[in-house]
Structure formats: C-alpha cells, structure tokens
C-alpha cells in the first residue's frame, strides 16, 4: 500500500524539529557561558576581583612553619627573553642547589597560600601571577613525587607587570573587555556559532533521514525479490476479473474492454508456453501456439477456439465495431476458460510422510 505524499514530509520534519531543539541547546549554553565571562571581566579595577573569596567565605589556610633544618634550594624562573614578566602570564620554574637528577621530580607545593600571595599555582612546575607589583614568594615547602616535604625554597621577589596602560590606569576604569567568545573560541559572535552548530545538525539529520528511506526502499526490495512471484495463470484470472469489476460494460467502453482480454491472453500464453507475444498479430499468435500443439495442455481444440476468439476480439479493437453486452459477457467467459483449461498441473508428490 502507498503511503501518502505528505509522509515523508512529517518525517522531514521531525528531523529539523529535533534539530532545531539541539541547536536552541547549543545557543543556551553559548549564552550561559558568554554570561559568566561577562561577570568575570565587570569585576572591578583589580585585575583579580573575579578570583577574589565571596565575603564570609573562609580565608586561606595559614602556612604552616618550616622545618629550619629542611634544605633550602633557589627557584629558578623560565627565560622570557629579558621581557618582562605581566598578569596573566605563565611561567615556569626549576628547583638547584642539590641532585638535579632528583629534584626534577620535586615542586612546590600548590596547595599552601597560593592565591593569598598573588600565585596560582599549577602542576608541572607552572604558576600564574595574579597581580601586578612586586611580588615576594616567601620560603615554601618543596615536595617529592610522594607528596612528602623534602626541601623548602629561598624567598623570591618577582616584579610583575600590568596589562593595562598607564592612560587606563589612569581613568581609573577598566578597559571594556573583548567581545564574549562561544564555547569554540571561534572569532565569531555567538550567534553566528550557534547558526553555524544549527545548520550543520539540521544538514546531518536530513542526511539520516534520506539515508534511512533509502536503506528502508532498498531492504524493501530485497525482500519483494524473495517473496515468490504469483503464478502466471492466476495473475491472468485476475487481470481477466479485473476488468468486469472495473464498470466497462456498463459505461459500454468495450474498446478497452476487448484490449484487456487480448493482452491478458497474450501474456497468459506467452507465460505458459514459452514465447514473446505481447506485441504480436492474431495470425502470429497462432501461428505461435501452433508450433508448440502436443505441448501438455495445448490441442487443436484449444487452438481453434482461440483462433475464433480472437477474430471477434479484433473488430472491436481496430474497426471500432461495437458488440452487445451479451457478446462482450460471452468473450470474456470463452477467455476465462482458455487460461483454466490449459494452466499447468503441478503435480503432488505421490510419497507422503507417513503420520505417527
């Protein structure tokens, strides 16, 4: 049964429906993230007002006192080339004064009063300054790869610049930060990202969507090649009733009428004895049937009557004679009984299981 025209467009759709509900997705978290962003660069003057404890929250742990007797190795600060060191900035550091081979494996301890003294502190031996001035790192413990305090690191003063100019410095303002980045960090607004995620989903559903109805057309056909075609004689019984249902003698259309009983016996034959003669004359036809007489189910009683049909059959067709009701009934019995007069007999297998 054909489905109707509009169902592929319902499944279309669905699809950019659920496309469009993934896509307002991605515009809220874009919105979301661009709002907290927003929050973090409206902190204040200070440029770490954003990493800053809300009020109330509890202090930083206060460090805990260093063994004297704990060796004491120098923090060396990664070459930046004689630039200078700024807000922000990344840096890396290595411990000496003892087994290099050793200390490799040993930092600072992150853990201790890193924020308080204006450093975040990071593994693999990095940290970020979060304040511009002169910054002092007193003497920290220094751990091994076991986490146990094994060292303690001489007190360090590093000058760190500003990010902003001594003009900004000096409206007391900060500088309005960059336009908010979407969660690619893509230089496009978030709209335009969000359009672009939107697009390329509806793109990828209407993909699967034709892909599935092509699979689907071509499993169809699969399966219609391994259903079992109906038999030819009762095909033909079926085209024959066909036309009787279809009102052509009570519209008295008797051409086309005459035409279904021509074709469907030609079709029927032709099946049934082996030739091609669909397109061929009445003369032709026999000329056909008589070639193969003696075949199971062909005489020339058969052949005769055939004959004789079709000479009745060929003046409606071409001369556009018009035959009466009864005539066209009778055509139409003789046609039914040439098609069950000659079907091929299959034959039961004569052993049977025998029942238990």
Known sequence: MSKPWFAS????????????????????????????????????????????PPAGADAPAAMPALDPKLPERSVALSSRGGQELRVGDTV?????????AAESRWGLDPRIGGLKMGFLFRGGRLFTPLMAGDLTLPALPIVDE???????????????????????????????????????ELPFPVWIQSAIGFSILAFLAIGAFFLVRYLRRKAAAALKKMIPKKPYDQAALE????????????KGAYKPFYFGISDTLKFYFGERFDFDARESTTSELIALLKERNGTPGLNDSVIRKTEKLFESL??????????????????????????????????????KEATR
């Open 146 to 184: 076991k986490g146990e305090v094994v060292a303690r690191s001489a007190p360090l003063t590093i000058k760190i610049g500003s990010n902003f100019s001594e003009k900004e410095r000096g409206a007391g303002q900060p500088p309005k930060p960059e336009p908010a980045l979407g969660p690619l």
């Open 92 to 100: 890396s550091y290595s411990l000496e004064g003892g087994d290099a």
């Open 314 to 351: 060929d003046p409606v067709k071409f001369a556009d004679q018009i035959p009466g009701s009864a005539e066209a009934k009778e055509a139409h019995r003789i046609a039914r009984e040439l098609i069950t007069s000659t079907k091929k007999i299959t034959a039961e297998p004569i052993l």
């Open 9 to 52: 467009f319902k499944r279309a759709a669905a699809c950019v429906g659920v496309s469009a509900v993934l896509g307002l997705a991605v515009l809220s978290v874009d919105a979301h993230a661009a709002k907290n962003r927003k929050v973090a660069a409206d902190g204040g003057s200070d440029p770490i007002a954003g990493l800053q």
């Open 239 to 250: 085209r024959i009733d066909a036309l009787i249902k279809a009102g052509h003698l009570e």
